[in-house]
């Protein structure tokens, strides 16, 4: 069971790595560290008629449990997942974190740690299925 040491937002690409205990706690990911999963889409709090702001996207605050989907041995579609991008991504590119740590998905870039592969494009704002791939993006020598 993860438990969230920060806000997490909805379909956010989360990370254990700086947080203060490393058990089991989670933070919005950025794109220097390895990414454990996304965070799930359900919400906190219940849709209010009227009310819109930052709430509406909350999937849990510190101490609050965290559902993450993270990458396991089944199939490509048992490692489908749902993300919010923070940038434009192109159909079958790789995915990392965004580096303002919101846990956004940005287009993956050699050198850093990736969720993994976009299945279809989206723009900023925008959710989008990807398949989990957790790993490095390096270079072929």
Same mark, same amino acid.
Request: hydrophobic share 40%; charged share 15%; glycine share 14%.
């Given at each position: ?26 933070? @919005?990911?950025? +794109?220097?560290?390895?990414?454990? #999963? ?9 849709? $209010?008629? *009227? =009310? ?41 590119? @790789?995915?990392? +974190?965004?580096?303002?740590?919101? #846990? ?9 740690? $990736?969720? *993994? =592969? ?24």
């Amino acid at each position: 069971m993860y438990r969230a040491e920060a806000t997490i937002n909805i379909c956010r690409i989360v990370t254990d790595v700086g947080t203060t205990n490393p058990y089991g706690l989670l933070v @919005p990911a950025n +794109a220097t560290v390895k990414p454990v #999963g996304v965070s799930g889409s359900d919400q906190k709090f219940p849709p $209010i008629a *009227g =009310y819109t702001d930052s709430l509406a996207d909350i999937h849990a605050q510190t101490g609050d449990p965290v559902t993450v989907h993270s990458q396991n041995s089944g199939s490509e579609a048992d490692n489908e997942i749902l993300v919010l991008c923070g940038g434009n991504v192109a159909q079958g590119a @790789p995915i990392m +974190a965004a580096a303002d740590g919101s #846990g956004k998905a940005i287009t993956g870039t050699t050198g850093k740690w $990736i969720l *993994g =592969y976009a299945k279809e494009s989206g723009a900023d704002g925008t959710f989008i299925r990807a398949t989990l791939a957790v790993g490095f993006l390096g270079t072929v020598s």
